[in-house]
């Protein structure tokens, strides 16, 4: 794997000011995934759930 990288120059980044640990190669796109989006309803969803459970075993003491 690593015998396919070669050096090409430098990377221009972009960082956002007093955050630098927040940055974006520039030229690159953020990509869309379906997958990203099912993980995100599916973790609302949990968190629905777990806390309709709590708040039920809350109510029944």
């Known amino acids: 794997m690593w015998d396919r990288l070669r050096e090409q120059g430098p ?6 000011m007093g955050e ?10 953020a990509e869309f995934s ?5 993980m995100c309803v599916a973790g609302g969803g949990l968190m629905l759930f777990v806390g309709r459970l709590l708040l039920g075993a809350e109510q029944a003491k």
Do not use: A, F, N, S
């Not at 379906?34 to 099912?38: E, F, G």
């Open 11 to 16: 990377i221009r980044m972009t960082y956002l």
């Open 34 to 38: 379906v997958w990203k989006l099912l």
């Open 20 to 29: 630098p640990e927040i940055h974006r190669v520039e030229g690159q796109d």
